[in-house]
């Protein structure tokens, strides 16, 4: 079986928190309602946006939901289009270890809740496109923590649970490996705190990027 390293994007890959904060302040401000804060917003990173604006906004109805969710795509995509959007710098060392990991034979992978044009923006920005061989978006899956986007990623690169890790930044995403059955690598510099990963139950947490390709090669 294949050696598969899936990682999360936001707060993982990229510091993208900047604007997703102001993405959701938009269309909290269309729904004429006061924004939460920054940090609130920082928590639910990492969930598809339906579930995140709900955990944001509990007390509104479904639909309300949903219509936000539509709200901060139109937010999003106003600010990219005007060249509004705040730089989405990789985490330091994310493009070594990438590339250490690529030559030392691990297929790659993305698990995120953006969107699929939201991912290939930020990977065709930053040069990584050619990196991963299965993307994964939420556009065609449920919400994390939910396994399918691990099992589809596992299906297309030809892995197995055992010869799998899922590497990200919020508990969202260990809860999601364990589900999966997969190594769940936990970073320390994202928007959950390592408690938090610890808590949720990662295997490991590394603390910087750099730390990456030996811990995935001890597994």
């Known amino acids: 079986m294949n050696r598969l390293a899936i990682f999360d994007c936001d707060g993982t890959l990229v510091d993208s928190q900047a604007n997703i904060c102001r993405a959701m302040e938009e269309c909290f401000a269309v729904s004429r309602l006061d924004p939460p804060p920054r940090a609130a917003i ?24 949903e219509t936000m969710a539509e709200d901060y795509k139109r937010a999003f995509f106003a600010m990219r289009a005007s060249g509004a959007l705040d730089p989405e710098p990789l985490f330091d060392g994310i493009a070594e270890a990438i590339e250490t990991l690529d030559a ?28 991963f061989v299965t993307l994964q978006t939420a556009d065609r ?14 299906a297309e690169a030809g892995a197995a649970p055992e010869t799998t890790a899922m590497i990200g930044d919020t508990s969202f995403d260990i809860r999601m490996a364990r589900a999966a059955g997969t190594h769940a690598v936990g970073v320390a510099w994202g928007y959950h705190t390592m408690h938090e990963l610890l808590e949720s139950g990662a295997h490991h947490v590394v603390a910087h990027a750099s730390a990456l390709p030996a811990q995935l090669e001890a597994l």
């Open 141 to 154: 899956h449920p919400s994390k923590p939910h396994p399918s986007m691990i099992e589809t990623a596992m």
């Open 104 to 131: 030392g034979g691990w297929l790659l992978g993305v698990a995120t809740g953006k969107s699929d044009r939201g991912l290939k923006h930020i990977l065709e920005h930053h040069g990584l496109a050619h990196r």
């Open 42 to 65: 920082r928590r639910i990173v990492g969930l598809s946006l339906v579930p995140a604006i709900a955990q944001l906004l509990p007390q509104a109805e479904a639909g309300q939901h």
